[in-house]
């Protein structure tokens, strides 16, 4: 199925899909909060060192994944403007998503090694969105 959606098309569905990302581990926190009870609600920035340990590492995911993001979104932009048409951009696009969602499971999980496999692979895709499309762009 998506090989037969355009590159551009893919782009566009992996930045709302990395976008969505950003929150699932916040989901967990959320409920970690719940738990602690109207406090947590109240001041969650105070409570922070009585979430239990999934739960702050969920939290650092959730930063984490809005720091990526950013990266990420640009990359995907600047290859969706320059009409980067090419199934390397589709593999780094489809990448990211995969990889940003196993960064954060793998996280809360407190699987390091996993967790740092998935950054680079994560950062490199980003990467190879932004040269392709400054290639694209000199083309």
């Known amino acids: 199925m998506l090989s037969q959606l355009p590159v551009s098309v893919i782009l566009l569905y992996s930045i709302a899909a990395a976008a969505l990302l950003i929150y699932l581990p916040f989901l967990l926190v959320a409920y970690a909060r719940v738990q ?62 995969v990889a940003r969602l196993l960064y954060s499971i793998s996280y809360i999980l407190n699987i390091p090694l996993l967790r740092s496999l998935m950054f680079a692979i994560g950062s490199l895709s980003s990467a190879i969105l932004i040269i392709s499309s400054i290639i694209q762009a000199q083309s």
């Open 36 to 97: 602690i009870g109207y406090q947590a609600l109240a001041t969650p920035r105070a409570v922070f060192d009585k979430l239990p340990p999934y739960a702050q590492r969920a939290t650092w995911a959730h930063q984490n994944s809005l720091e990526a993001f950013m990266l990420f979104a640009i990359a995907a932009l600047m290859a969706y403007i320059t009409g980067v048409h090419s199934t390397t951009a589709t593999v780094a696009a489809i990448a990211f998503v």
